[in-house]
């Protein structure tokens, strides 16, 4: 005699296999493909004007107590006004773009990362290990009202961001192991020793840079050096000529120098100590302790 299989309803399979796709989505990484925006802190935003629209000569949209500076059309720098207390870091945030913030969003809950702030007007933020506000952005967003850029800019590209890290662990378990991240280079003053790790956006050529040598107590001038971006540049010529149109004034505007990357680079200071590093897409000279590992960025990629 045949046993009576179990009847299961067809509803509850059906919730089932629902659930069971959203769980298996929420597992896939989207493509994280670059650098969406740097935000700073200012304490004197009559100063920071002058210097991110006059001397780096880009194009401005205010929006929600925020300038926004277009370096091209689909990255940008933000500058808001220094908050009560004042944190030591002029760094405020940084963003990432996504092909599918949605999903992106899920997959980071999934694997219990607190959303900082929820997904809305195609952007979401978290904050890593370290504590840094971290957004990603859906690829294509644009900031309503910001102009095209300038064509008085040196650079119309953002190619890195780094910033101060004291763990690397920690911070790799959230970049590499979770996110995807890829080793790019790490280097230092000496050949033996490590100062920078650079780490590659898993699906695009710009990269974040993790700053080891802080010191405990690193000053706000210090911080200012460690927490920087970098704007990219064919030759560096070019972006010497830009800035002396620009007016810009000081012996840094003109001070090129070799990276230990190999890369040509050129450092100037924001009016709260942020560093602004133009740097050569291409190395030209050999880079010390390691060999970069993945493809050099373009001026037209991420536009």
């Not at 840094?252 to 680079?265: F, I």
Request: charged share 20%; proline share 9%; glycine share 8%.
């Amino acid at each position: 005699m045949r046993r009576a299989r179990p009847f299961v309803p067809l509803l509850t399979v059906v919730c089932l296999l629902l659930s069971l796709s959203s769980f298996t989505r929420a597992q896939q990484r989207p493509a994280i493909t670059g650098i969406a925006f740097v935000r700073m802190y200012t304490a004197d935003p009559t100063a920071s004007a002058a210097f991110y629209g006059k001397t780096l000569g880009y194009g401005h949209a205010e929006s929600n107590g925020i300038t926004h500076y277009s370096v091209n059309d689909l990255q940008w720098l933000e500058v808001e006004a220094l908050p009560t207390p004042a944190p030591t870091s002029r760094l405020a945030a940084v963003a990432f773009t996504t092909r599918d913030a949605a999903t992106l969003q899920r997959y980071l809950e999934a694997h219990n990362i607190a959303i900082e702030h929820p997904l809305s007007h195609g952007a979401f933020a978290v904050h890593d290990p370290e504590g840094n506000l971290i957004y990603f952005v859906q690829e294509g967003t644009k900031v309503p009202g910001l102009p095209v850029a300038s064509p008085n800019a040196p650079s119309h590209r953002i190619i890195h961001v780094g910033f101060l890290v004291k763990d690397a662990d920690a911070e790799n378990r959230f970049y590499r192991d979770l996110l995807g991240f890829r080793p790019y280079w790490h280097g230092g003053m000496k050949e033996d020793k490590t100062d920078w790790i650079s780490q590659q956006v898993p699906d695009g050529t710009d990269w974040l840079e993790y700053m080891l040598e802080g010191g405990p107590n690193p000053s706000a001038k210090t911080l200012g050096v460690l927490n920087h971006f970098s704007l990219g540049t064919p030759h560096m010529p070019d972006v010497i000529a830009a800035l002396a149109r620009n007016q810009c004034e000081g012996p840094n505007c003109t001070k090129s120098q070799m990276g230990k990357d190999g890369k040509v680079q050129l450092n100037l200071f924001d009016p709260d100590l942020t560093r602004v590093e133009y740097m050569e897409f291409q190395p030209s000279g050999t880079p010390c302790c390691s060999p970069i590992l993945g493809k050099p960025p373009t001026e037209t990629e991420n536009r």
